[in-house]
């Protein structure tokens, strides 16, 4: 099991525990994290699983597609910063991976 550090729309901290091959966005729905609505069910088509990440996870979160960054673009103020939770699969060297929900424009 993967262990993740997530912090919800209204500030408080929460752990999920997740399995390899999970989207993020899958473990942070599972756990009912706040802010994470994933209106369009995991297609890149919403922008409303978006989240930021503690520093040092930048080669594990690379791959951005360019459906990711227009949607990025339009939904969250920071969009260098974020990935669609969506578009995350969770691996074993993602345990201990710290994120923040970002809240929409």
């Not at 989207?23 to 599972?30: C, I, P, Y």
């Not at 339009?74 to 993602?94: A, G, H, N, W, Y």
Request: aromatic content about 4%.
């Amino acid at each position: 099991m993967i262990t993740i550090r997530i912090t919800g729309t209204d500030k408080a901290e929460y752990e999920v525990q997740a399995k390899p091959g999970m989207t993020l966005m899958e473990a942070a729905k599972a756990k009912s994290i706040p802010g994470v609505d994933a209106d369009c069910g995991g297609n890149a088509a919403c922008g409303t699983c978006a989240m930021s990440f503690g520093q040092g996870w930048e080669h594990l979160l690379e791959g951005r597609g360019a459906d990711e960054d227009d949607m990025l673009e339009f939904s969250v103020e920071t969009p260098s910063k974020c990935r669609l939770s969506c578009q995350i699969e969770l691996s074993d060297q993602m345990d201990g991976l710290t994120a923040v929900v970002e809240t929409e424009r």
